[in-house]
């Protein structure tokens, strides 16, 4: 080894450097920032109400059972839970998960199965990088999940677009698309769609797995709000149904904290080995202390009771908002009534571009994200997302009644 | 909203459904599984003796101030940090750390300098994505770190390797490979370099870091060992040198806990750009609970005593692996003797090959990495990386006798 200089020299400022355009891969350069952001500084203005975000109720988070499961892990697996994990994610988590989707039926899931993922952002991620090249389709729904979109977007994707109705995706018309674009992937979300709120019937779902099965297309499930049902009977979910044809994404960010950042791919062993090997190249693996902490909390049911404390604050919530739109929107504007979820959907007559309303929403102090940017096609301008949960129900009423107020002065 | 049925329904089991290797995106579905997971396994079988791992010596995580810090972030900031955070990382912590660098002198950073990573690996694999296309070179000394490999190979892209010597990467040399190759990064990790141990010196880095700016191609100065010398003269970063030039990585994760995934890119703000929105696509954001850890952990100068228990236990395990391989390795078996980090490397003869003797090692009960998948070109057969920070003093002293003894049946 050669003998360094003895002392740290002074060092002269830098010259600067220039980054060009060409210095960069086109693919990233040209990402969008999610308008989700942009509007989202808006959220924490005084006096605004932010129906914009898609966060869950912070003073509902279960900071005291998170504290004692923090404190159990380092007193029993300290040493292990701060080393480096397996890319895969923790075997005691991964085994949990795999058993809570096998009781629900059709389905016999095991570890091997379950890849962990930080939040389910990466989980689209990863499976956009396990599958897609650059002008590969993406079939999905019109509208459909911003985060989905901004994920598969780098890696150069065109999408087939399926209308929507109250039933969820259309999956009745998806042949000749399908026929046309040979997608590589089925993208949708089931439960109480992010932004809609729909909820996509039993019929379309064993219809949508036949034709998958069909058209050999794996489906990806998103179901991040799955477990959040306010009214309504439970739906088997396209996993369930499904099989090995459907890759599912589950989270624990809405059901226990978005900010450790926990989430998983279930899918069929024979996918695991790349996302596996995916995962690795990308971040190795997954948080390990904050795995540990999510398996700790869900023990002796109180993953469980925590999701019924949810449900009932978020369920209160949901009829807030709809009760305020009833009394405060002119007849002119239609919504959706979801069965549960975060979040409702807005139709405004066909001439309304919602993005111009939102500078004189922003002067009454209310925000909400235009519908245009879940639409991969561009359309949607006459459509608003709202979201219900984290506001308490005071400010959802107040907020309606502001919105009221524009859409009554502009409509 | 349709009504759905009124009861879950009893769910037959799926029929199969077949992945063929054209469901995936070719780059992915080719990524090779990292040989040194491969060996690892092999590491926890009981009297094995590893020197193959990269990890840190879990006795000396500091298991009970991570307690604390846990505590006290949920005491103080509970809701915020299990909420959502920004793309770019938790801002006090991003403020540390770029007042951490300035204080090194040659740059002034702030913390729109820079973002948080979940882990160095993903570091490397946000750097691929912003910067990489297809059949792009790289720029890389021979040796180079594996986990940089496996991140850009991803992207499709070629190796220009430069010899080393015990002085680093022999800069002297890449006026014509850069001017053949056109590469888009130089990517280097110039501290205690994993695999060699070797660092680059102050003239050497001097001298890139005016090749970077002559031909305009940035530098990725990967530097998770700095902070861990047990002997020499401390050399200026190449950050520090080359400022706006220079994207440097940064991790907790040798100074603290791997098991967090808590690490950093300090650059250029013309960069942070892309980098963030690569972020945001790509995961949202790092673990927010446990970057409050982290920051929490880092105050009241908690970090520098703890790197002071690091390096005193690490220095005399470095002493001792030198000491048994003087005593126990035969004269035609050459290695480095590094001033810090974690790994030396071994050069046998020349004819020699290395992973040929990883199976005899295996039945000794000692295990290595040969060198050969550090290699971009799939050169040094006669290599070998051995690790000196996860085993305690009296197993580095067995396993180097274990090896040395296999080395003078078969030398």
Redesign the interface.
């Known amino acids: ?20 355009e060409s ?7 040209n ?4 308008i989700l ?1 942009d509007i989202l500084k808006y959220s924490n203005q005084p006096g605004v109400i932010s129906l914009a975000g898609g ?2 109720a ?2 509902l ?1 279960p ?1 005291e059972a ?2 004692e499961a ?2 159990r892990v ?1 007193t029993r697996h ?8 397996l ?1 895969a994610g923790y075997g005691p988590l991964r085994d949990w998960i795999a058993e809570r989707l096998t009781k629900q ?4 899931l095991t570890a091997d199965n379950i890849l962990i ?3 389910s ?2 989980g689209l ?1 990863i499976v956009g ?5 650059k002008d590969d389709y993406v079939m999905c729904s019109r509208p459909t999940y911003l ?1 989905a979109l ?2 598969f ?3 150069g994707v065109k999408y087939a677009c399926i209308e929507m109705d ?2 969820g995706m259309k999956v009745e018309t998806i042949d000749p698309i399908v026929e046309k674009y040979h997608p ?1 992937l089925i993208y949708t979300v089931p439960n109480f769609q992010n932004p809609t709120g ?2 996509m ?2 019929e379309r779902r064993r219809m949508l ?1 036949e034709k ?2 069909k058209y ?1 297309v ?1 489906i990806v499930d998103d179901n991040p709000y799955g477990e959040l049902r306010y009214s ?5 979910s396209i996993k ?6 459907v890759i599912q994404l589950g989270t624990f960010s809405k059901i226990v ?5 926990i989430a998983w791919i279930a899918a ?1 062993r ?2 695991m080995g ?1 996302f ?3 995962k ?11 795995q540990y902490v999510i398996h700790e909390f869900v023990q002796d049911g109180r993953l469980e009771r925590h999701i019924e404390v949810l449900k009932r604050s978020y369920h209160e919530r949901r009829d807030a908002i709809l009760r305020a739109m009833s009394e405060f929107f002119p007849d002119t504007v239609k919504w ?4 549960g979820g975060l979040f409702l959907w807005i139709k405004l007559p066909e001439h309304v571009d919602a993005a111009k309303l939102l500078p004189q929403a922003i002067e009454e102090k209310v925000v909400f994200i235009p519908g245009q940017s879940f639409h991969a096609d561009g359309s949607g301008k006459n459509t608003m997302r709202l979201n219900f949960s984290q506001p308490p129900c005071e400010s959802l009423h107040e907020g309606i009644k502001r919105l009221g107020r524009l859409f009554s002065a502009v409509l």
Chains 1, 2 share one sequence.
């Open positions: 080894m050669a003998t360094m200089n003895e002392t740290m020299p002074t060092l002269a400022p830098p010259a600067p450097f220039e980054f060009k210095h960069f891969s086109p693919a990233a350069y990402l969008e920032s999610s952001r966060l869950p912070p003073e988070f900071v998170i504290r923090c404190d380092l300290g040493t292990q839970a701060l080393q480096y994990g890319s039926g059709g389905v016999h993922t930080a939040g952002q990466q991620d990088r396990a599958f897609l090249c985060g901004q994920a977007n780098y890696y109250e039933q590589k729909i909820t019937t039993l797995v998958a099965r050999s794996p309504g009977a439970p739906v088997p369930n149904l499904g099989g090995q044809a904290s978005p900010g450790l950042r069929s024979q996918t790349v596996t090997r995916v690795q190249a990308t971040d190795l693996h997954t948080n390990n202390f904050a959706t009534k979801p069965e």
